[in-house]
């Protein structure tokens, strides 16, 4: 039924569909959103759409790539707001050793972290809240953010084509 409706939605205005994929990128990366938004919705979105020839990869994975990064830094930043008044919530003093745990490895080991994070489904929208909270450098983490969000979309864009062709 959704996807009825979907293609309804392509069908009376394809020129706009590409703009869905960067508000999906966006939504599925974003924190506490992102835990409800599955990355096979963008995947089953960009396939649909590349394989009816609306959107090609050229158009699609740099705005993939815009709302994924908007939605990190977004999260990134909120964590660095949040960061010392976290730490006084209910929540973080009950759970403090497994947080200072997460800090120090977000602190020892952020690159790893940032880029892993954002190619896990289930830590994606987590990850850079988590480590805006743990004090990471923002130029350290717009960096590997950035590459994160390079690493990701192109394996986005071999799925698609990937799973575009076998659907031809």
Not at 4 to 9: P, T
Not at 51 to 59: D, E, K, T, W
Not at 74 to 93: E, I
Not at 139 to 154: E, F, H, M, N, P
Request: hydrophobic fraction near 50%; charge should be positive; aromatic fraction near 10%.
């Amino acid at each position: 039924m959704i996807g009825e409706i979907f293609l309804d939605w392509v069908e009376a205005y394809g020129e706009y569909a590409v703009f869905i994929v960067p508000v999906i990128a966006f939504l599925e990366a974003s924190v506490g959103i992102g835990l409800f938004v599955s990355g096979a919705i963008l995947l089953s979105v960009c396939t649909l759409l590349y394989s009816q020839n609306i959107v090609s990869l050229y158009q699609m994975l740099p705005l993939a790539f815009l709302g994924a990064a908007l939605a990190d830094h977004m999260g990134f930043f909120l964590g660095r707001w949040l960061g010392p008044s976290f730490h006084q919530t209910r929540f973080a003093r009950r759970h403090a050793s497994r947080l200072a745990q997460t800090e120090r490895m977000l602190t020892r080991h952020g690159e790893v972290s940032i880029i892993l994070g954002r190619l896990i489904p289930a830590v994606r929208s987590v990850v850079p809240l988590m480590t805006g909270i743990s004090g990471l450098p923002v130029g350290r983490y717009v960096r590997y953010d950035l590459l994160a969000c390079s690493i990701w979309i192109t394996g986005l864009g071999a799925l698609v084509a990937g799973i575009s062709g076998v659907l031809s």
